[in-house]
């Protein structure tokens, strides 16, 4: 072929990788600002690894890029590295670079099958990638060597132990890498930079807030949609499959976590989301379903009555749970910790109103049944990075939801709403979706009468 072909085969080629982009990227400029913050946080250069496709449970699966790697890049393919290097004197007297992303070569093969790829040769005609250098995969080890002739210390993602990966979470993405790293570069004083990387996903910019609220948006209209289709009779999958629907056909990727809808017994369940019950008149349903949108994940619950009236006790707790709720909500502002301790608690605010308020079959006091934290940060997971006790700031977008589970009477209810933390306190982003029950009662009666 000859060279003018060529590159017009290249620039189809990039036309048709850009078309296939499923995700909305945000700004280069995001991204880059975000490596830059970074190494001001670090004494050494940094390697990140994408994921390689293989993370997944079945081997066709959706290819999804590992959410660190994500935040600091925008790339969402496999098999890429980040070198992000400090400029320092030493590091600019040796020449260098600032930051290198390394790409696969392609694989004409594999795109027939998978689409097109960026590959390090389009560097020059992938300005998008917002990278001053973009080499080869192949020639990361060498770079690296070159990096810590200058710096002594390698900062990279430490494995999180967990049961399924090993105790030391080796067999995990993390812990294959950093196992790589030891026998590649045996002399360097490797460094986590999970906690970095946690500190800062955990205070959302301008346009992550966009993207956030975008997922938030749909996952509401999602909600609007159970509550407009519930009724005796359906099954918790046909809730789950109707929302799902809701939010795909709005542009969102995928659900961000299984999809909880638990009736009688289940609602109970914390995590249940086999979702296989046929729903009677009479039980209530706890629904928590969010969408994520761009790679942003919302998560939203709310408990309905299936006949779309709550009995008396359901109303009553249902009511326990609002009120702690509430008093959580109001009380956030910057400062303030969703840690179960401490005089800046917000958990031991709700805790400490659904203990004092009611009581079981026993006679006891209700605390025993809120058997989980209070909530926790959102962004590119669901239960997103970081230290999840840190004291609030501007910027942050985190869940408040607290429940109640009595399994004796069949009987949870959890509400689970999203606040963007402000200067002097929060802004409730979920404000637009039936909260108390005479809202969630009236918007189901009415959507029941046709008039919703
Ligand atoms: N949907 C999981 C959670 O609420 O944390
Ligand atoms: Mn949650
Ligand atoms: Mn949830």
Not at 293 to 321: M, W
Request: charge should be negative.
């Amino acid at each position: 072929m000859k060279r003018k072909n060529l590159a017009l085969v290249a620039l189809l080629g990039l036309a048709a990788a850009l078309s296939m982009a499923a995700r909305e990227k945000e700004a280069r400029d995001e991204y880059a600002s975000r490596r830059a913050r970074l190494l001001e946080r670090v004494a050494g250069p940094v390697v990140l690894f994408a994921y390689g496709g293989q993370e997944n449970v079945f081997p066709e699966a959706t290819f999804w890029q590992e959410p660190n790697f994500y935040y600091l890049t925008g790339h969402d393919e496999p098999g890429a590295a980040l070198l992000l290097i400090p400029q320092t004197e030493a590091a600019q007297t040796a020449g260098l670079p600032k930051e290198i992303l390394f790409l696969p070569p392609r694989d004409l093969q594999r795109e027939r099958w998978d689409g097109p790829r960026a590959g390090p040769e389009e560097a020059e005609a992938r300005p998008q990638t917002g990278f001053e250098e973009v080499k080869p995969v192949s020639l990361l080890r060498s770079e690296l060597e070159r990096a810590l002739e200058v710096f002594p210390r390698l900062y990279t993602l430490f494995p999180l132990a967990k049961p399924e990966y090993g105790p030391e979470g080796e067999a995990s993405h993390a812990g294959r890498w950093l196992a790589w790293l030891r026998q590649a570069t045996p002399l360097a004083d490797f460094q986590d930079v999970r906690g970095s990387l946690g500190a800062l996903r955990q205070v959302k910019s301008k346009s992550e807030q966009e993207l956030l609220r975008v997922a938030i948006e749909r996952s509401l209209e999602a909600h609007r949609e159970a509550m407009r289709a519930l009724r005796p009779g359906l099954h918790e999958y046909e809730i789950a499959a109707l929302m799902e629907y809701s939010f795909a056909r709005a542009g969102c990727e995928r659900p961000g976590y299984g999809q909880i809808v638990g009736s009688g017994f289940n609602s109970t369940v914390l995590h249940y989301d086999s979702n296989r019950r046929q729903m009677p008149a009479g039980d209530v349903v706890v629904i928590d379903v969010g969408a994520e949108c761009n790679g942003y994940s919302a998560d939203i619950t709310r408990t309905l009555p299936v006949s779309g009236k709550f009995t008396a006790r359901q109303k009553e707790i249902y009511e326990i749970v609002l009120a702690a709720q509430n008093a959580a909500i109001a009380a956030v502002k910057p400062g303030m910790t969703m840690g179960r301790t401490g005089e800046n608690s917000l958990y031991r605010i709700a805790y400490d109103y659904i203990n004092t308020h009611g009581k079981d079959k026993q006679g006891e006091p209700l605390g025993k049944y809120f058997i989980h934290g209070l909530g926790h940060h959102i962004g590119l997971e669901v239960h997103d990075a970081g230290d999840g006790s840190r004291p609030l700031q501007p910027g942050m977008i985190l869940t408040i939801e607290p429940g109640i589970y009595i399994p004796e009477e069949n009987l949870g209810v959890r509400l689970e709403d999203i606040v963007l933390v402000t200067e002097t306190g929060a802004v409730l982003l979920t404000a637009s979706l039936p909260r108390t029950v005479e809202e969630v009662e009236r918007f189901m009666a009415e959507a029941r009468a046709g008039k919703k």
